[in-house]
């Protein structure tokens, strides 16, 4: 079949053309010519069927290579108009322009200072427990030697998920309101000695104000073995303020009062935001509260079938938002809970 047949001759013109076409005159005639239904080299294909055997071999033939040639084409038209726009695009740039800023991701500040904690008193011989968010009264009230009677029990301190309805007493759901229910966990798992640090969320029917949240971040620590006294946990918690805050930190212990401890104590340092001359989030004081401790209290002790004549004890408590607020000087512990990228943004590369 000569070259010179009419169909191939038009074909051929159409593909010496692709070079010069522009970006919508390129997808226009690809159509016109590869289109499924209505492209002319895809009719000419189709009308083969009724050629005599010899002239279909022939003309099939250079229509296939036609079809390979004009892919060809096509192809490499669309990647020269495609480089052309890159070009142009880099062109066009104005290179005096300030590049756009990139947030740099980190750790939250509550995290690092979690994760500081807890290594402190792993150093010192902790593990470290967890537990459940949601507790029944029992646990997180009843076995802490918490009267009936307690103010924390009732609602405007608790946050209760039922309200009775035939829930026996003891067995009502709620948020825990401290990580203490671990305590109870641990010391009915199992013989002592313990050395344990429990950290977690708890949760509090509290005004959000500089200095309190309704749902916050704490962390507790219990020691249970032969002859401990209060020496070990005053030398304890002394030991990690330091080791924390800086071998100058001042730390006093003043009396205090908790169902599940006695003697009861909470630990203040002086504040390092106003350094001691009073500020808002000490309240004038120039003491920042950080913890509540205290000896295990004979009774809790009971509650865990422990005898209180041969294990003696400490409890400690402490919220990291707080000793946050001392090591970042922050004066509002609203901050801590913001999405102000000005304020996180300060912490990228912290703890890294």
């Avoid at 967890?130 to 009267?147: D, I, R």
């Avoid at 009677?149 to 401290?178: N, S």
């Avoid at 209060?230 to 212990?253: E, M, P, Q, W």
């Avoid at 599940?260 to 009073?278: H, I, K, N, Q, Y």
């Amino acid at each position: 079949m000569s070259p010179d047949h009419p169909a191939l001759a038009d074909l051929s013109r159409r593909l010496t053309a692709i070079p010069a076409l522009a970006a919508d005159a390129l997808e226009a005639e690809e159509i016109a010519v590869l289109g499924r239904k209505q492209g002319e080299l895809t009719r000419q294909l189709k009308a083969l069927a009724t050629l005599p055997i010899e002239e279909k071999r022939a003309l099939g033939g250079e229509l296939n290579r036609l079809k390979l040639a004009f892919e060809a084409a096509f192809a490499a038209r669309r990647g020269e108009l495609s480089a052309a726009a890159a070009s142009a695009a880099i062109r066009d740039l104005d290179l005096t322009m300030p590049a756009r800023h990139s947030w740099t991701g980190t750790r939250h500040p509550v995290t690092m200072v979690v994760d500081e904690i807890v290594a402190i008193f792993r150093g010192l011989g902790f593990s470290v427990a967890l537990g459940p968010e949601v507790e029944p009264e029992e646990l997180n009230f009843t076995a802490l030697n918490f009267p009936d009677d307690h103010p924390a029990m009732d609602m405007h301190d608790t946050l209760y998920l039922d309200q009775g309805g035939g829930v026996p007493t003891g067995e009502r759901l709620l948020l825990r309101t401290h990580t203490s229910p671990v305590q109870i966990r641990v010391m009915r798992d199992g013989p002592p000695p313990y050395r344990v640090v429990m950290p977690g969320m708890v949760y509090r029917n509290d005004a959000f104000d500089p200095s309190h949240a309704p749902a916050f971040s704490q962390i507790e620590g219990l020691a249970i073995d032969e002859g401990l006294t209060l020496v070990d946990l005053k030398a304890t918690l002394t030991h990690f303020a330091r080791t924390f805050l800086g071998a100058d930190t001042r730390v006093r212990f003043r009396p205090s009062f908790f169902p599940f401890t006695e003697p009861s104590a909470e630990m203040d340092v002086g504040c390092r935001l106003c350094g001691g001359s009073g500020c808002p989030a000490c309240k004038g004081t120039g003491w920042m509260e950080i913890l509540g401790c205290g000896m295990v209290h004979e009774q809790v002790l009971r509650n865990c079938d422990l005898d209180p004549e041969r294990w003696t004890g400490f409890a400690f408590g402490m919220g990291p938002q707080r000793i946050a607020m001392q090591r970042y000087g922050v004066p509002d512990i609203r901050l801590l809970y913001g999405g102000d990228m000005r304020f996180l943004g300060q912490f990228a590369g912290e703890g890294a």
